[in-house]
């Protein structure tokens, strides 16, 4: 079993900043990236941002020079620095971790924290 807990979310003023954390834990092998996503009321999870074992970090473009992930492999830790907030990215904020083994994906999730910002 994997455990994805996270942390940080809360309400902020358009303009302020937020640091969203997430930790895994539980028998984790083979991971092939850790990210964030998120997802707004009436619409689908989206991809936010997700930093892969061996390759380049991905950004959605809505986000693209305000948010920045990083991620401490020796603690399965994943982190997104979230700056100069504007209202649209209010959303419930999911940590996901997938992994390949054996050619098989697998993507766990955490419970989701919400991130409000208001106008």
């Known amino acids: 079993q994997v455990q994805l807990v996270e942390s940080g979310g809360g309400l902020v003023q358009a303009g302020g900043s937020l640091r969203l954390s997430c930790a895994a834990s539980?028998?984790?092998?083979?991971?092939?990236?850790m990210g964030w996503y998120r997802q707004a009321p009436g619409k689908q999870r989206e991809l936010v941002a997700a930093?892969?074992?061996?390759?380049?970090?991905n950004y959605a473009d809505s986000v693209k020079g305000r948010f920045t992930i990083s991620r401490d492999n020796d603690k399965n830790k994943v982190y997104l620095q979230m700056n100069s907030l504007k209202p649209e990215d209010t959303a419930v904020y999911y940590c996901?971790?997938?992994?390949?083994?054996?050619?098989?994906?697998?993507?766990?999730w955490g419970q989701g924290t919400q991130v409000t910002v208001s106008s």
């Open positions: 930093i892969p074992s061996g390759g380049s970090v």
């Open positions: 996901n971790l997938r992994t390949i083994l054996l050619a098989k994906i697998s993507d766990y």
């Open positions: 539980g028998n984790i092998f083979s991971i092939d990236a």
